[in-house]
């Protein structure tokens, strides 16, 4: 998830992506996101199992701030919100 200017990125696990980026957007949950006004959907993964889907997680937060801006640019160029693709 990114903000508005795309100049702050989270990364997380769920097994309910559109409910989960739903709270995120209406600011159901405090934390990290709102925070920072994270409320834009631009990159996600959809995996067969949750530890496929925390190991994976774990790699991209291991990740640079590069890499995480070039996984997104793979697949959402534009950066526009995804959320209502879903």
Not at 51 to 60: D, F, H
């Amino acid at each position: 998830m990114a903000n508005k200017n795309n100049t702050v990125l989270y990364t997380g696990v769920t097994s309910n992506l559109q409910k989960r980026v739903y709270e995120h957007k209406e600011k159901i949950v405090k934390g990290f996101t709102h925070k920072y006004n994270l409320d834009k959907l631009v990159f996600y993964e959809v995996h067969s199992d949750s530890y496929n889907a925390i190991s994976r997680e774990k790699q991209i937060k291991a990740g640079s701030r590069q890499k995480k801006i070039d996984l997104i640019n793979s697949m959402n160029e534009a950066w526009k919100d995804l959320y209502y693709e879903l």
